[in-house]
């Protein structure tokens, strides 16, 4: 069993990133509460993410100002234990990856009242496509085969190009290779 300890709330908080960092893919971006602008509906997920000025800012910067772009986009979230609020640390969740960019980008971030630094996002890989499963392949009886077609040298040439090309065993080659 998991063991989970999670506030009660309708957002995600920096505590929730202390297993490190987690990758989402954006569900929608709707108006948000009072406190902050905007929810980020994330996939799957019950909470919104709702990213504050500086993580906003690079997401514009990243990906443009219209919100419908933006869904279905991949974001991943982390920890940073030195965001400032005030004067206190108490820690705050930053992006560290982005779907969508072609390499790491540079940004100019405020920390601090009249103090910007530079924060880099790396780019995020695609997730792998899921593969669907393909059926057993069945053995094949390359002799039933061949002895259907004997005497037909044609049909036993192509039986037996299919045969080798399938890795049939050499004895079955030398019995296919003899009905001819």
């Known amino acids: ?33 009072a406190e902050q602008k905007y929810d980020i509906a994330l996939e799957g997920e019950a909470r919104a993410w709702r990213p504050p000025l500086g993580m906003l800012r690079v997401l514009m910067q990243a990906w443009g100002d219209e919100s419908n772009v933006w869904t ?24 560290s990856h982005l779907s969508h960019i072609d390499k790491a980008v540079n940004f100019k971030v405020t920390t601090s009242r009249g103090k910007r630094e530079t924060y880099t996002v ?18 094949v009886d390359w002799l039933a085969h061949a002895e259907q077609a004997k005497g037909d040298v044609p049909r036993l040439q192509k039986i037996y190009a299919d045969a080798e090309a399938n890795g049939a065993d050499a004895t079955i080659l030398t019995a296919i290779r003899s009905l001819a």
């Open 122 to 139: 790396q780019p995020l890989k695609e997730a792998p496509k899921p593969t669907t499963p393909q059926p057993p392949i069945e053995p």
């Open 1 to 33: 069993m998991k063991i989970t300890a999670e506030p009660r709330s309708d957002q995600w908080n920096a505590d929730d990133f202390l297993g490190g960092p987690r990758t989402f893919t954006i569900a929608a971006v709707k108006d948000g509460a």
């Open 72 to 95: 279905g986009r991949r974001v991943t979230l982390f920890r940073d234990q030195a965001v400032r609020f005030g004067k206190e640390v108490p820690g705050g969740i930053r992006i």
